[in-house]
């Protein structure tokens, strides 16, 4: 008898939105410029992977990085990471005019 693996992951935010795409967040705290691993880039692809194949989405998977001070890309980060921003981005008053 073949038994399935049951896999869980955390994504700390996950927007489906209309145009396809599927943001995958992740969000890091740090004293200083976030920069990726290797080890943590690997691991971010296996959630990838998990997610994609437990929901069979066919949509565009795009992580986004939230960091408190920035984000330095590097050779992990590259073709990985799509988007990031600061934290501070997020309580920026924005004003509508209607």
Known sequence: MKVAKSYYIQIDLVLDRADSVINLIEMKFHKEVYSL?????????QK???????????K???WTMITAFGFKPNTHSIGLIE???????????????Y
Do not use: G, M, P, R
């Open 60 to 62: 565009h998977l795009s």
């Open 83 to 97: 988007n990031h921003i600061t934290l501070d981005v997020l309580f920026e008053d924005i004003s509508l005019d």
């Open 48 to 58: 990838q992977q998990i997610f994609q194949s437990t929901t069979k989405t066919k």
């Open 37 to 45: 691993s290797k080890a943590y880039a690997e691991q971010l692809n």
